[in-house]
């Protein structure tokens, strides 16, 4: 399984610097949108790394010049299942088949929806067409995936993804532990695309690409300003950087002196880490705020 | 988990409340000698120390690439 981002995370952005920027966070891949495909730098930069093509109509997925662009790429593209309307999918996987190119037919969280597009491929029984799943884990029924993902074995390709990024700390981001475990277990074994959950937030996703959200929190200098605190929200860190942020708030600690830390997780990780790399007997550790969003720790230091 | 190919947990796209949750919740579903691979954007050394005070001698952990932006870990259970 690889992981992707959507254009749609940064849609002002020079393709090249995009991508620049999405290895430099370790993903594996872009999603472009149609529009891109006409920008002539794109070919080269992204050549390799380009995880689809979102294209919102059967007209475009059908365009001769898509499917050649798509085919240059290596990359699959993803039309909405129920805006091919009419159109026969046996004729699109001759095109596609012909130009050496992918096509994947999106559904949403609904049955009846995957049912169809299984159905579609069935009927044309083409290489050249797979499944691609688009859930939104704020409003879609989780509960339904172990059966999506088993109607769609085999087919399934894409998964794209409205979350994950800067919004994993969202409501609207519950229960995607779940859903990332059914789609594991179900040895998916295409690539999931992040997006965002909506326009407005690309601003977001921009500065999250670049790795400075929330205001440089994990940067040296936020790290050396944690270490004269004696409360720590570490909610605003990002999750790579945490565990280094506290460690070096504790080692800060004169003897006698309490860390408070505030979580949105239960914070037992970081009692065991403690417990692990310090002395026997040189620490306390006080529970407080339980979850089930927000939890605290009192940690002292005793010598 | 019928096939010979581990399954792989990306937990990059999990919310924070839900990580480990998440974790302990596949591997606790292993059968002796399954294995999956966790993938995270950093040293999941907490959570190695967590599977040792709470899982002791049931797991193994094999790093399978460390960092600088990606690590991979096999976790098999005993």
């Known amino acids: 399984m690889r992981l992707a981002i959507s254009r749609r995370a940064a849609p002002q952005l020079p393709i090249p610097e995009l991508c620049e920027l999405a290895r430099s966070r370790g993903l594996d891949g872009v999603e472009l949108l149609a529009a891109d495909l006409d920008a002539a730098a794109a070919a080269d930069a992204a050549a390799g790394f380009i995880a689809g093509i979102e294209v919102d109509s059967g007209a475009a997925a059908s365009a001769e010049a898509t499917v050649r662009r798509a085919a240059a790429f290596g990359a699959p593209v993803v039309v909405r299942h129920a805006a091919l309307g009419g159109a026969d999918p046996g004729a ?212 | 988990m019928s096939d010979n190919k581990p399954i792989e947990l990306d937990v990059r796209i999990v919310p924070p409340a839900e990580k480990h949750p998440t974790i302990f919740r596949t591997f606790d579903a292993l059968g002796s000698g399954e294995q999956f691979i966790l993938v995270n954007d950093h040293d999941p050394f907490p959570l190695r120390y967590q599977f040792e005070a709470t899982r002791a001698g049931q797991f193994s952990w094999e790093y399978l690439e460390s960092g600088p932006r990606v690590w991979r870990v096999a976790i098999g259970k005993s």
């Open chain 1, 92 to 303: 699109l996987a001759r095109l596609y088949e012909r130009e050496g190119a992918e096509l994947l037919l999106l559904h949403g969280s609904t049955l009846d929806e995957a049912a169809a597009v299984v159905t579609a491929l069935t009927g044309t029984a083409s290489p050249a067409l797979g499944a691609a799943w688009e859930v939104r884990p704020g409003t879609d029924d989780l509960s339904l995936a172990p059966a999506l993902l088993l109607a769609t074995t085999g087919m399934l390709r894409l998964i794209r993804l409205h979350g994950g990024g800067p919004e994993l700390g969202d409501d609207q981001a519950a229960g995607t532990g779940g859903l990332v475990a059914a789609i594991a277990v179900s040895g998916f074994p295409g690539v999931i695309v992040q997006t965002p959950s909506a326009a407005t937030r690309a601003g977001e996703w921009q500065q999250w690409l670049r790795g400075s959200a929330r205001a440089g929190c994990g940067t040296a200098h936020e790290k050396q300003l944690a270490k004269r605190r004696t409360e720590l929200d570490i909610r605003t860190v990002e999750p790579k950087d945490r565990m280094p942020t506290i460690l070096g708030a504790y080692q800060a600690l004169s003897p006698g002196q309490t860390l408070r830390v505030t979580f949105d997780h239960d914070p037992s990780c970081m009692y065991y880490t403690l417990q692990a790399t310090e002395a026997e007997g040189s620490f306390r550790f006080e529970r407080g705020l339980d979850g089930p969003t927000v939890w605290s720790a009192d940690v002292t230091r005793v010598r």
